[in-house]
């Protein structure tokens, strides 16, 4: 066996003269795998041509372990979050179902209807954030299912400020703007994930504005059709402008205890983006 490996590696190294090669190659012990990295380069002999070869024998195999350690607990992590949040699921749409119900009788009056549609919409937020969770992980997996559909940007983004205006606290002077017109073609993509897009991009923009407004905007451009958030609020610096995008990742750990917030929320839409064609 020996003998086989080094033949191949000196037919390997004769044709590869100057180059590093790597392999690991697993001992198994009955209780414990050890693993050694081998690395060999060649050399000719500049005088009388003959080949030599430099073989390097390492002993990685607590390295294998930490890392087999760190991809099976990087799983379980990955199980857990996925478990909680479907459980989390069924009483929230209990909340949400329980107060839809209510407001349907008749014997609510005007102050009580609007405590139910705020429980409700804080039910479908919050609802909202449980799939968010679940996306994360489907993207990791590569598992991201877009519908394909003929989609009204002005019905989703009107839904979208209805929806997210109760929940912007009191103390907060700002306002939601939806300039978007109905006017523009309608798109092709899915209506429940850019909903999921925009909702992220205004919660977001709700987080770090204090005062002014929060405006949606959309325009021809070319062939395609470009859609902005903007707000009046404390801003990203530029040289922070990649990280924002990677999960569970803020301007600073000052802005996370001071807004909260789990970071995933623009990796999702970076991904939602993506997985329709956008950028």
């Known amino acids: 066996e020996r003998q086989t490996a080094f033949d191949k590696m000196m037919a390997v190294c004769g044709t590869n003269i100057g180059r590093t090669f790597e392999i690991e190659r697993y001992k198994m012990h009955p209780k414990v795998g050890v693993v050694h990295q081998i690395q060999f380069s060649s050399a000719r002999d500049p005088t ?19 890392q087999d350690d760190l991809v099976a607990a990087k799983m379980q992590q990955e199980r857990f979050l996925a478990a909680t949040s479907h ?29 139910l549609q705020l429980i409700k919409i804080s039910g479908l937020r919050l609802a909202g954030l449980v799939n968010d969770i679940l996306d994360a992980a489907s993207a990791k997996r590569g598992q991201f299912t877009i519908k394909h559909e003929m989609v009204e940007l002005r019905d989703i983004s009107q839904g979208v400020c209805d929806m997210l205006a ?32 925009l909702t992220n991009l205004v919660s977001n923009s709700i987080k770090f504005t204090e005062r002014g407004s929060i405006t949606l905007s959309a325009a021809l451009n070319g062939s395609e059709i470009l859609i902005e958030v903007t707000d009046t609020g404390i801003g990203i610096p530029h040289s922070k402008l990649d990280q924002v995008w990677q999960p569970f990742k ?28 956008g950028r």
């Open 87 to 115: 459980e989390l699921r069924t009483p929230l749409n209990g909340i949400i179902g329980l107060s839809e119900s209510l407001m349907q009788n008749h014997c609510c009056d005007e102050r009580m209807v609007k405590t």
């Open 166 to 197: 109760p929940l912007v606290p009191k103390t907060k002077d700002l306002k939601l703007i939806n300039t978007i017109q109905a006017s523009l073609p309608r798109i092709e993509g899915d209506a429940c994930r850019i909903n999921q897009i």
């Open 250 to 277: 803020q301007v600073d750990m000052s802005t996370t205890r001071k807004y909260g917030g789990t970071g995933l929320g623009l990796s999702l839409v970076k991904e939602l983006v993506e997985a329709h064609g």
């Open 48 to 66: 009388t041509g003959q080949l030599a070869i430099a073989v390097n024998e390492t002993d990685i195999s607590g390295l294998k372990s930490v």
